[in-house]
């Protein structure tokens, strides 16, 4: 089993999102390139873009980020390090939570800052078009009809290819689909933390995208000489790596996005692509992480 850096993102397979962008299952998460508490610039700016860039070398051509890293840091530093973009780099972008300084995030959907925000991230990512747009929040103070209808009048506008929605059930993914297509749904899941295992049976029987945030597993079973870590050292791996082989193994449609601001770290993400177990193995990993 393949563990190195040799190990690329096509090693992962493809999915196409919408059934006509596809990608790369393994991909890129933007938040961790900003500040502490996702909050202004990173410590180092050029480091930054050299993970960006190194994780397009490693063929990773899905990239996830969101206006309210930084904010807007992160799709800064994107459109700098990675234009022109190579073939086939999807970018996907989120609007809908606001900052109001570091690790705080309050939603809003009102139609017009919605709006506003897509112009700002075509702005920031220097693109004519989103090819994922994703809702980060259903505000509960604003119907979400107002909020998506804005949206399709964009995405009719040409401005946005695919919508997507963020930590979402699937009544909330039923009623969103009424008023928009909607082709992928990113919430937080992991090997312990399966609180969404209803939302992954869902995109999985409807071919969505099911983008994990927070795709690493934690907690005791991933503590040293616990059964994560114990499973992962038998097979050449770390636990961050068996926690995303596990992800891709879980369903066709999952999209692991894990993030970091360390080319190494990047790089041993991708050597996950790498890790194969036998459906026995995965089995009884399961079976100690319920």
């Keep these: 089993m393949a563990t190195t850096t040799a190990v690329t993102a096509t090693a992962s397979g493809t999915f196409a999102i919408g ?10 998460g933007a938040m961790r390139i900003t500040g502490d508490g996702i909050w202004g610039e ?5 480091g930054a873009k050299k993970v960006l860039r190194r994780a397009v070398e490693l063929d990773v051509n899905f990239i996830d980020t969101a206006d309210s ?21 999807v970018i996907a972008t989120k609007a809908g939570l606001t900052r109001q300084g570091p690790n705080q995030w309050l939603p809003v959907g009102r139609w017009e800052y919605l709006v506003q925000e897509v112009e700002m991230s075509l702005r920031r990512l220097k693109l004519e078009r989103l090819d994922l747009w994703q809702l980060h929040r259903i505000d509960p103070k604003v119907p979400v009809e107002e909020s998506l209808g804005a949206i399709k009048r964009l995405q009719e506008q040409g401005k946005i290819r695919h919508v997507g929605l963020s930590e979402v059930k ?57 059964k994560l870590d114990t499973a992962a050292k038998a097979h050449g791996a770390t636990v961050s790596q068996l926690s995303l082989a596990w992800l891709l193994h879980r369903s ?31 089995k009884e990993i399961e079976d100690a992480a319920k």
């Design 19 to 28: 059934g006509d962008l596809t990608v790369n299952r393994l991909g890129y």
């Design 170 to 226: 699937p009544h909330e993914i039923e009623q969103a689909r009424k008023i928009i297509e909607i082709v992928s749904v990113q919430n937080q899941y992991n090997l312990t933390d399966r609180r969404h295992e209803d939302v992954v049976e869902y995109c999985t029987k409807n071919r969505l995208a099911f983008i994990p945030w927070f795709p690493v597993a934690a907690g005791k079973l991933a503590q040293p000489g616990g």
């Design 42 to 46: 990173p410590k180092d700016r050029e």
């Design 252 to 282: 066709p449609v999952m999209l692991p996005i894990p993030g970091t601001s360390s080319v190494a770290h990047l790089e041993e993400n991708i050597a996950a692509a790498g890790v194969k177990l036998s459906d026995a193995e995965w």
């Design 69 to 89: 890293y930084g904010p807007e840091v992160s799709e800064q530093l994107i459109g700098e390090a990675l234009t022109p973009y190579a073939k086939g780099v």
